[in-house]
């Protein structure tokens, strides 16, 4: 029913900047809290960023303060996340996810619907 589609991952080198767009179409209104994940090889999916429908509340993972902004223009059913001085570790496939709670932040079993995720590469 609901899709959420990546885009924006690419190779950047270590302090650029980069921006991930999640698409969603199918029932978006549905889709009330947001957030990014991140899987790097052989390791755990982490919480990156999340955020409410209004937009006022958001969350992020203590690697990332200070560097990333999610934010969402509900007008376009879009999510993004702005993802200044990139780090090498911050390399990895970044997955989009949508809630129909209201709240969902970092716990990934409240979240619904998941993207197909966009590679993120940074080389030092």
């Known amino acids: 029913q609901v899709q959420l589609v990546e885009s924006g991952g690419r190779l950047v080198q270590a302090g650029e900047s980069l921006r991930l767009s999640c698409a969603a179409s199918?029932?978006?209104?549905?889709?009330?809290?947001m957030g990014w994940f991140r899987q790097a090889p052989g390791k755990e999916r982490e919480f990156v960023a999340s955020?409410?429908?209004?937009?006022?509340?958001?969350s992020y993972a203590d690697s990332v303060k200070g560097r990333f902004t999610i934010s969402r223009d509900n007008a376009k059913n879009t999510v993004y996340l702005q993802m200044n001085s990139l780090k090498p570790e911050d390399t990895a496939v970044y997955y989009c996810a949508g809630s129909t709670r209201y709240y969902a932040n970092d716990d990934r079993s409240r979240y619904d619907y998941w993207g197909q995720g966009t590679q993120v590469t940074v080389s030092s």
């Open positions: 955020i409410n429908w209004s937009g006022h509340s958001t």
């Open positions: 199918g029932g978006t209104f549905s889709t009330n809290y």
